[in-house]
């Protein structure tokens, strides 16, 4: 039976703990010490429990055996003994903690609890599994805030699977999901030509509905440079942001390879609204400027060294307004082109606007109709500019046959465009095209047993009934009108071991008489075994032009694959992959990929993943040869390409893609 200790703990700890109820089995008071079995202590949201305890006159309560104490319902600690000198100032050894904010443990031979703060010595802190964790991080000490829900651990050890792997003077973690100012998850790379990168993102909360990110960046064989962004939501429907940034290349790097720029800088704003006047319209714009398109490729987040932002060489920016209703859509878009290969963009054309009508498919009369209207300015600051406006229109009956078994649709399309230069509009661009299209097309579907059968085939004709333009400039797109019929046959046949997936497609043009390549694609399914075909064949030519097919086996923990891939008279390779799951969570994997056409291998990889709740992990090693086209013909060079994804759940990890390439 529980008692309730009361005016003798009022009386000597009112002033020390606040609103505190003790309970026991027994209590024996000797020597103005009072002895408590099984004692329950509740005050300030938390729970104490143990076998035994003191409440001495030294005005301390001592806690032994089993000591269990929960805060908030929201963490838990176990520990072999525990001295409160107050509310405030609580010591406990031997102890194991748990917190649901960080989802992770903590076991440590002393802490000491003073406010919202837990001190701990000679520490061990885990996401995984408290029996054999997959890593853990050792520390002589840390300190926890149960407020902001952070962590800080000093002079540590990360162990993965009981090795060492790395040491930390210190270690700081927000397990808190609210915006906080702070330092972000930095950004390492590494390239042969720009050295290492190393980008640090600062992150500043300006206000609830505000932030700003300032990111400094290096490269250490090239330059260094910042980019900072400040983003913003004003209202709960509109969102955007304001980015910047400039980055210096070192005089050396500059020079040696011969850049038309030492400095490379740009912006970029971007809003979106939706019902910028009433609740059916929208806004979106996305303005960019740059001197030349490095600064994309230069971005502080670019740590892989992705060079795809240097091949386009065009900058668009975007404004765009529409206003829709159930029937009808009205837009206007703008767009502004830098062509970062031009000295000047002063003959660059310029969409300013295109303006657009469009009325959704509807049904009136019985006819199926929809109607899409533009007119698009397009503006030059040196040389004619240029006018265009065209027009699409199709509508179309339909007809059920043989109570519903068939099915019948006739769709006449009118398309025309109308176009003029200001300064020349005597030469007027024009072209008329009317078409007929007639469509037989049905679905069938037979299920017998465990089998389904689904059948859908169409045939479709279409005949150019009248066709003229009048063509005096490259901005108007006249669509190509011909006569040809088309035969499209899809089905899937599938039972519980046994599925096909099959589509078959072909066209004949009828002024020119030949047909486009045959096309079929199947996927089949026969137990464990998969076999993939998309194969286009020239019926004029009669063979084929294009063909991948790939056989895989799937039968955990085992995966198998081999693809072959043709393209007549540009590449044929064969490609071999393998994976096996050694456990539930971890898989190991290799490819292997040979170049048929030049007798030389592509790549191979090998790599081990990992997927875990506390942590994964998909480390991989790739070697690969580059053609590279020299006078002499070609030559080869060798990449050895090595990537680390790590990610120590919730605190973070690593992600990065290391590039050594090879001489020739």
Known sequence: MLLRISFLFISVFSFLFADVKIFATKAVDSNNTIKLKNPIIIYNNSIIQAQNGLITDKRKIILTGKVYVSYQNRSSILANSLIAYSSRNITMNDIFFYDKSMDGWIVAKHSVSKNENIFFKKIY???????????????????????????????????????????????????DKTRRSGLLRPYIGYSQNEGILYSQPIYFVTSVNTDLEVTPTIRTLRGKGVYAIFRFVDSSHSKGSIKAGIFRDDTD??????????????YNIKYERNGVFGNRDALYMDLKYANDVDYFYLDAYNYKFNDTYLSDKLITSELNYIVTNEDYLLGSYFKYFIDTTKLSNDTTWQILP??????????????????????YNYYRKVGSNFVLADLLFPVSYNISLFDDYLKFKITETLSSGYGFYYQTSSLKSKYTNLSTQFKLYTSLTKVSGDYIHILSPSLLVNIKNYSKSTIYTDLMNVPDLQNYVSFNLFQIIENNFFSLTHTLNDTYYLDLKKYSDLENIFNLKIGNYTFDENNRYSIENRDVTYNNFKISYNNNPFYGFISHV????????ITLGASYN??????????????????YRKYWLLGVKLNKKCWDYDLSFKQSRIPILEENGISYRQDNIITINVELKPIGGLNQTFVFKGNK
């Open 125 to 175: 802190f885990s996401t995984c599994c408290v029996e054999k964790p997959d890593w853990f991080m050792k520390a002589t000490r840390a300190k926890y805030n149960r407020k902001n829900k952070s962590l800080k651990l000093y002079n540590l050890v990360l162990v993965i699977n009981k090795v060492p792997v790395l040491y930390l003077p210190y270690f700081y973690v927000n397990f």
């Open 253 to 266: 790097y500059y020079i040696a390879n011969n850049l038309a720029y030492q400095k490379h800088y740009g």
């Open 354 to 375: 295109q303006l657009n009508f469009h009325k959704f498919l509807s049904k009136d009369l019985g006819l199926l109709n929809l109607l899409d209207v533009n007119v």
């Open 566 to 573: 043709y393209q007549k008279n540009i590449s044929k390779s």
């Open 582 to 599: 050694t456990s539930k969570y971890k898989k190991v994997y290799t490819e292997y990929s040979y170049d048929l056409n030049n007798k």
